[in-house]
T-cell receptor
Framework: GDSVTQMEGPVTLSEEAFLTINCTYT??????LFWYVQYPGEGLQLLLK?????DKGSNKGFEATYRKETTSFHLEKGSVQVSDSAVYFC????????????FGKGTRLSVIA | DAGVIQSPRHEVTEMGQEVTLRCKPI?????LFWYRQTMMRGLELLIY????????DSGMPEDRFSAKMPNASFSTLKIQPSEPRDSAVYFC???????????FGQGTRLTVV
């Protein structure tokens, strides 16, 4: 079935460092892809999305590009802040069939000043 | 719209008791998901509905768990009898159409003692 694999954390970075969190997926067809963020004690919030190949989702300085050829959707940010410390989840939702919304295991990011 | 609303936010109950978690999805959303999150197992899909019909309940851990969606604006997840290993944060999420982003509630933190 459909699945998402993302890099295991935790990831610890200094403020203003460059961030990459890798995400690859396995799916039949062309799913929509998402990144969610979860701050401590809160629910998951949609960070960005891409619905077709070569789309770039962006929000709050974060970006991810839907790469069909490598089945990837890596999350990047040029300069992280302490307030970016959270758990990040990659997810996919197939556009057909009965496969549900599928999440990766999450990557914990800690940014230190 | 107020977003996905879950109640209660916190629930503490004794082993053996029945627990009912409630969810009000965003109006007009056709998909509803129930997830469970623990430190050990991460985010697990329990069940999801499309137009009030359960589509996939293979993630429901055992017969003690049941979920219903009597109408488009309300869903329940029931655990009877509850056990300490059911302690987790339970999230409800809704999505307008297949392939679109899902929006999460704040979650219910369940503690079974």
């Amino acid at each position: 079935g459909d699945s998402v694999t993302q890099m295991e954390g935790p990831v610890t970075l200094s403020e203003e460092a460059f961030l990459t969190i890798n995400c690859t997926y396995t799916a039949t067809g062309y799913p929509s892809l998402f990144w969610y963020v979860q701050y401590p004690g809160e629910g998951l919030q949609l960070l960005l999305k891409a619905t077709k190949a070569d789309d770039k989702g962006s929000n709050k300085g974060f970006e991810a590009t839907y790469r069909k050829e490598t089945t990837s959707f890596h999350l990047e940010k040029g300069s992280v802040q302490v307030s970016d410390s959270a758990v990040y989840f990659c997810a996919l939702f197939a556009n057909s069939g009965n496969t549900p919304l599928v999440f990766g295991k999450g990557t914990r990011l800690s940014v230190i000043a | 719209d107020a977003g996905v609303i879950q109640s209660p936010r916190h629930e503490v109950t004794e082993m053996g008791q029945e627990v009912t978690l409630r969810c009000k999805p965003i109006s007009g959303h056709d998909y509803l998901f129930w997830y469970r999150q623990t430190m050990m197992r991460g985010l697990e899909l329990l069940i999801y509905f499309n137009n009030n019909v359960p589509i996939d309940d293979s993630g429901m851990p055992e017969d003690r768990f049941s979920a219903k969606m009597p109408n488009a604006s309300f869903s329940t997840l029931k655990i009877q009898p509850s056990e300490p290993r059911d302690s987790a944060v339970y999230f409800c999420a809704s999505s307008p159409i297949r392939g679109d982003a899902a929006f999460f509630g704040q979650g219910t933190r369940l503690t079974v003692v």
